[in-house]
């Protein structure tokens, strides 16, 4: 079935550094979204992102986070300065259709980053 | 294959009616989470399970990680409560992956 790829799954960086997790969506969706996952503890929704700008966005989507997709790449999300606790897994989303229809969100497997 | 099969994929209950959903998984998983998706398709985290059962209002989730089921229990359904459930799992083996259930579109109704 349709696929949502996450690059890389794996991403270690030291503290104050940028950097920036790829997602690849499913290739004709149009809702895109970020969740975090601290170890051990619940994923908590982050952004979504619609034609081009954030819809909706929670508290944890700290003024360091900025999402975008440039001529329809990859969805990615900035994190810049990096800091300890912005380690977590990452994981991206993307549906075809918004809140009228049924359509279930598909997930990647997540990117695992690890801030030092 | 699919690690989570999730029932019933759409729902109908009257309202102050109640029913249950579920998710079966085919290995092991660590935790499960339940979430709602809301009118702009972010999903809000209902329970994080571990182990045993937690109860929210009129929402009450069980975990079993040892025969490998997750269920959501929701009682005296209002009509607000319409919406898509997802569960989605840990598994023991990998602590960077989450598996997620099809979702159950549920429609209360007067």
């Known amino acids: 079935g349709p696929k949502v790829l996450q690059i890389p799954s794996h991403q270690i960086i030291d503290m104050g550094q940028m950097v920036t997790l790829n997602c690849d969506p499913v290739s004709n969706h149009l809702y895109f979204y970020w969740y975090k996952q601290i170890l051990g503890q619940q994923m908590e929704f982050l952004v979504n992102?619609?034609?081009?700008?954030?819809?909706?966005k929670s508290k944890l989507f700290k003024d360091q986070f900025s999402v975008e997709r440039p001529d329809g790449s990859y969805f990615t999300l900035k994190i810049q300065p990096t800091a300890l606790e912005d380690s977590a897994v990452y994981f991206c989303?993307?549906?075809?259709?918004?809140?009228?229809?049924?359509?279930?969100?598909?997930f990647g497997h997540g990117t695992k980053l690890s801030v030092l | 294959g699919d690690q989570v099969e999730q029932s019933p994929s759409a729902l109908s209950l009257h309202e102050g009616t109640g029913s249950a959903l579920r998710c079966n998984f085919t290995t092991t998983m660590r935790a499960v989470q339940w979430f709602r998706k809301n009118s702009r398709g972010s999903l809000i985290n209902l329970f994080y399970?571990?182990?045993g059962t937690k109860e929210n209002g009129r929402l009450k989730s069980a975990f079993d990680s040892k025969e490998r089921y997750s269920t959501l229990h929701i009682r005296d359904a209002q009509l607000e409560d319409s919406g898509t459930y997802f569960c989605a799992a840990e598994p023991m083996s990998n602590y960077n992956v989450l598996y997620f259930g099809s979702g159950t579109k549920l429609t209360v109704e007067p």
């Open positions: 992102f619609y034609n081009g700008k954030v819809m909706e």
């Open positions: 399970l571990a182990s």
């Open positions: 989303a993307s549906s075809i259709l918004d809140k009228f229809s049924n359509e279930r969100l598909f």
